[in-house]
């Protein structure tokens, strides 16, 4: 199995730390173990998101200048068993070369079943150490065409990076948004504008959002964790319908 997995996007604010930690508890829920590494130097929010933000103390730089086992960096998320976080050099200056990151993830995804990269915005530093480490990426995009512009880029760079298995998350679907932007005629129209095979559709969803940005479990029952639960079962391998998002 590909375990170790590189959340990016073009643009920023799409919803990749979002994705990554439903995508991270779905996995647990399916009775994995599952490490998330921020790789956003400087504007990490995994720590945030996990509930660990108040008592980490080490993370990823400390790890790579060898003032700490990789070990004593890994916090476990405060509200789900199972799930783990690595967090972010606190300033883009400790930014980890792509080199370090591949050694590092390689003895790290020993210990997990799955590892979960979370990656800048954009095709930077950031971005290329991420993507060196990962044997696959889920590109997130929101329906939009500036959005889906930025996936072009990304998915570009990801070949150059030789990240060849892609897949797309269409994040923040709402129909009625959807249907009134007339910017896309339907769903297959954004897939093909990509050019990324889809692999999930997240609903626009305040809870999932509330839970994540408040450092709670997101309920099971709400749309984006259900959708979450989805892409973690494609992550493994097993065959699921992608939903019916209605007709345009
Ligand atoms: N499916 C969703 N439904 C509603 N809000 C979402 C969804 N995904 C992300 N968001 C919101 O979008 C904003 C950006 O999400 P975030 O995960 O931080 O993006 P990124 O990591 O790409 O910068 C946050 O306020 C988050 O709560
Ligand atoms: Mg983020």
Known sequence: MDSVTVITSGKGGVGKSTVAAAAG???????????????DAG???????????????FDIADVVSGAVEPAQAVYPCAFEENLFLLS????????????????????????YDHVLIDSPAGIGQGFLSAAAAAQRALVVATPDPVSIRAAVHTRQSLEEAGVRQQRLVVNRFSSTRFRAQKCYRDLDSVIDAAGI????????????????????AVPQTAPGALAA???????????????????F
């Not at 996995?27 to 590494?37: D, E, N, P």
């Not at 720590?47 to 980490?56: P, V």
């Not at 639960?229 to 007709?247: H, K, S, T």
């Open 88 to 111: 972010a050099p606190g300033t883009e200056e400790d930014v980890v070369s792509p080199e370090v990151m591949r050694q590092l993830v390689t003895v790290l995804s020993r210990y």
């Open 197 to 216: 095979r889809l692999i999930a559709v997240i609903p626009e969803d305040p809870v999932l959002a509330a839970a994540t940005l408040r450092a709670q």
């Open 43 to 57: 504007l990490g929010s995994l720590d945030h998101m996990l509930g660990i933000l108040d008592h980490r103390v």
């Open 25 to 39: 508890a779905a996995l647990v829920a399916r009775g994995k173990r599952v490490l998330l590494i921020d790789c």
């Open 229 to 247: 639960g989805r892409l973690a079962a494609r992550l493994e391998g097993e065959q699921v319908p992608l939903p019916d998002v209605g007709r």
